[in-house]
């Protein structure tokens, strides 16, 4: 199970630290990835970055220009989106998900196979 929590109202220019905690499953041990996605009201579901704990090894896609951060710990089951300099365009709800990959992990909705149910972020003034 995948629990996303973190998420609310922030004015444009702020910040949030989104969590996604797993249960029933070691992230780590078992050498899941973690990836972060978004889905804004009336679009479809897109790809902003993952993890793959065990190597550290993690990837964004290039429209996020550096604002967001993902970390995991370990100990805690925990992967983070730590997002900065924060816009309306990025409201919507926030979604995390796990997979198995061979080597770094992917950010396509398709490949993974366990989602969390979803943080909502609204960015507003």
């Known amino acids: 199970q995948l629990v996303e929590s973190g998420g609310g109202l922030v004015q444009p220019g702020g910040s949030l630290r989104l969590s996604c905690t797993a249960s029933g499953f070691s992230l780590e041990e078992e050498d899941y990835s973690i990836g972060w996605f978004r889905q804004a009201p009336g679009s479809v579901r897109e790809g902003l970055s993952c993890?793959?704990?065990?190597?550290?090894?993690?990837q964004y896609e290039e429209f996020l220009k550096g604002r967001f951060t993902i970390s995991s710990d370990a100990a805690k089951n925990t992967v983070y989106l730590q997002m900065n300099s924060l816009k309306p365009e990025d409201t919507g709800d926030y979604y995390c998900a796990a997979d198995l990959f061979d080597r770094t992990c992917v950010i396509s909705t398709i490949a993974y196979a366990s989602w969390g149910q979803g943080t909502q972020v609204t960015v507003s003034s």
């Open positions: 993890i793959r704990l065990r190597t550290n090894n993690a």
